[in-house]
């Protein structure tokens, strides 16, 4: 059964961020399998256009235009009052005021009644079998709501919910708005369970979906080409970026508190003085940070600027990677470290496995669900740079326990995180929710 389907999204690609990379593959996939998926997204390039006051000029032009064979409707938002919702936000989030729970769902955004008409009319246009919606914290989930309960079509929600993070997510309004969708579409068994207990949802409605990377001839280079692709990215990142030490350390992602970046330099720190103490070439590594910038950049750039010279020559930021160049970066790394505590998956981990690149994660939240220690990774506390240092240390001094790693986690992507059979999963609950709802309205 071919279906109608609106997808209701806060950024679409171009717009970067892993909920982007989710809602592009698999709107791309259903489209090339005969569905009718129409995507409504805001003109904003990042998150943080909707509530920080220097955000939201750089935006991209509102209107309908057709994305690798996706058509995407993007909408304008409001930013005034910003700053008091912000203010609100946070007050709310600390004392039981009158309302609490809407303000600190108000203030990230977006807001505004242009996004509920373009939903409304969209689905109505084309008469669509259910309206998908995500991620929190975004209103994108309320707007969705209220479009599928004037219209009475059923409601799929793709949380991408932080497990861990209290502050922004762990809101009573939200698991309200849970308990009205027809379905949840989670990435993890972690996220799952958690929303089915905290949320009070029936289990039946709720399905591990996941997330997937691509797996075909062209991404995933066969075990054989791996190494001698490893080679020829080291020298290429090497010679691009000036790169002088024997070994690579890598971190992808936004530039964003919760992404561990401070904590990594500070370990780094730590390694090269002890590397000068009892001078040992496992600890000589450059470190690369990579990906897109944010409010929280010039705190990182700040963090570098202290660091002795001598060491400061050893740090790499580079914002705004193009993709050939993201693939290289993990081709040519010996190590990825992303430690953050909040994530609903974690993307970047797949990529390095891919590339035969071990990793270093937290052990909170989704992360430590899927990576197994010392099998195809590390883990350790959240902001723990002490401990990091050891976690980094130990994979530099032992190269074949790196491959090995590395190894292990090429072969977990490719039979699990093909994103041809993760979009199976979304297919077939989204079929399911469709069907049902059909068959309760007497149209099968």
């Given at each position: 059964m071919a279906m109608k389907i609106v997808f209701c999204v806060h950024n679409y690609a171009p717009a970067r961020g892993g909920a982007e990379l989710v809602w592009k593959?698999?709107?791309?996939?259903?489209?090339?399998?005969?569905?009718?998926?129409?995507?409504?997204?805001?003109?904003?390039?990042?998150?943080?256009?909707?509530?920080?006051?220097?955000?939201?000029?750089?935006?991209?032009?509102?209107?309908?235009?057709?994305?690798?064979?996706?058509?995407?409707?993007?909408?304008?938002?409001?930013?005034?009052?910003?700053?008091?919702?912000?203010?609100?936000?946070?007050?709310?989030?600390?004392?039981?005021?009158?309302?609490?729970?809407?303000?600190?769902?108000?203030?990230?955004?977006?807001?505004?009644?242009?996004?509920?008409?373009?939903?409304?009319?969209?689905?109505?246009?084309i008469g669509a079998d259910l309206i998908v919606a995500g991620p929190f914290p975004t209103l994108v989930v309320d707007h969705a709501r209220r479009a599928a309960a004037r219209l009475g079509k059923p409601l799929v929600v793709v949380p991408c919910f932080h497990t861990e993070d209290k502050y922004s997510f762990d809101n009573p309004l939200y698991f309200r708005w849970l308990r009205d969708a027809a379905g949840l579409a989670c990435f993890t068994d972690l996220e799952s369970s958690y929303l089915a207990e905290k949320g009070g949802i029936p289990k039946e409605r709720v399905?591990?979906?996941g997330i997937?990377?691509?797996?075909?001839?062209?991404?995933?280079?066969?075990?054989?080409?791996?190494?001698?692709?490893?080679?020829?990215?080291?020298?290429?990142?090497?010679?691009?970026?000036?790169?002088?030490?024997?070994?690579?350390?890598?971190?992808?992602?936004?530039?964003?508190?919760?992404?561990?970046?401070?904590?990594?330099?500070?370990?780094?720190?730590?390694?090269?003085?002890?590397?000068?103490?009892?001078?040992?070439?496992?600890?000589?590594?450059?470190?690369?940070?990579?990906?897109?910038?944010?409010?929280?950049?010039?705190?990182?750039?700040?963090r570098i600027a202290i660091l002795p010279e001598k060491f400061r020559s050893r740090v790499r930021l580079i914002p705004s990677v193009r993709e050939e160049e993201r693939t290289e970066l993990f081709r040519a790394a010996d190590i990825?470290?992303?430690?953050?505590?909040?994530?609903?998956?974690?993307?970047?981990?797949?990529?390095?496995?891919?590339?035969?690149?071990?990793?270093?994660?937290?052990?909170?939240?989704?992360?430590?669900?899927?990576?197994?220690?010392?099998?195809?990774?590390?883990?350790?506390?959240?902001?723990?740079?002490?401990?990091?240092?050891?976690?980094?240390?130990?994979?530099?001094?032992?190269?074949?326990l790196r491959r090995r790693m590395g190894l292990r986690g090429r072969a977990k992507v490719r039979e699990r995180f093909d994103w041809e059979k993760i979009a199976d999963n979304y297919e077939n609950f989204f079929a399911e929710i469709a069907g049902k709802r059909q068959a309760k309205s007497g149209t099968v």
């Amino acid at each position: 059964m071919a279906m109608k389907i609106v997808f209701c999204v806060h950024n679409y690609a171009p717009a970067r961020g892993g909920a982007e990379l989710v809602w592009k593959n698999v709107s791309e996939r259903l489209r090339r399998r005969g569905h009718d998926v129409r995507v409504v997204a805001t003109n904003a390039r990042s998150t943080e256009d909707y509530f920080l006051p220097d955000k939201g000029r750089d935006l991209f032009p509102a209107g309908t235009e057709t994305i690798d064979g996706v058509p995407v409707t993007r909408v304008p938002f409001r930013r005034f009052g910003s700053p008091v919702l912000n203010l609100l936000r946070s007050i709310s989030t600390r004392l039981p005021i009158p309302g609490r729970d809407k303000w600190r769902a108000l203030s990230w955004g977006p807001r505004g009644g242009t996004y509920l008409r373009a939903v409304e009319t969209l689905a109505a246009e084309i008469g669509a079998d259910l309206i998908v919606a995500g991620p929190f914290p975004t209103l994108v989930v309320d707007h969705a709501r209220r479009a599928a309960a004037r219209l009475g079509k059923p409601l799929v929600v793709v949380p991408c919910f932080h497990t861990e993070d209290k502050y922004s997510f762990d809101n009573p309004l939200y698991f309200r708005w849970l308990r009205d969708a027809a379905g949840l579409a989670c990435f993890t068994d972690l996220e799952s369970s958690y929303l089915a207990e905290k949320g009070g949802i029936p289990k039946e409605r709720v399905r591990t979906a996941g997330i997937g990377i691509e797996v075909d001839g062209k991404t995933f280079l066969p075990d054989t080409d791996l190494e001698p692709a490893r080679a020829a990215a080291r020298e290429s990142v090497r010679a691009r970026l000036s790169l002088t030490q024997p070994n690579l350390v890598l971190f992808f992602g936004q530039h964003v508190p919760h992404k561990g970046i401070i904590p990594l330099l500070d370990a780094m720190e730590n390694l090269w003085k002890d590397g000068e103490r009892a001078p040992r070439t496992s600890a000589a590594a450059d470190l690369v940070i990579a990906g897109n910038p944010s409010s929280h950049t010039p705190a990182i750039k700040e963090r570098i600027a202290i660091l002795p010279e001598k060491f400061r020559s050893r740090v790499r930021l580079i914002p705004s990677v193009r993709e050939e160049e993201r693939t290289e970066l993990f081709r040519a790394a010996d190590i990825f470290v992303s430690v953050s505590p909040f994530e609903s998956f974690g993307i970047v981990y797949l990529e390095a496995w891919r590339e035969g690149t071990p990793v270093i994660a937290c052990d909170r939240g989704a992360s430590s669900r899927l990576v197994e220690p010392f099998r195809d990774g590390l883990l350790v506390g959240d902001s723990n740079a002490f401990e990091l240092s050891g976690a980094i240390l130990t994979l530099l001094r032992d190269p074949e326990l790196r491959r090995r790693m590395g190894l292990r986690g090429r072969a977990k992507v490719r039979e699990r995180f093909d994103w041809e059979k993760i979009a199976d999963n979304y297919e077939n609950f989204f079929a399911e929710i469709a069907g049902k709802r059909q068959a309760k309205s007497g149209t099968v």
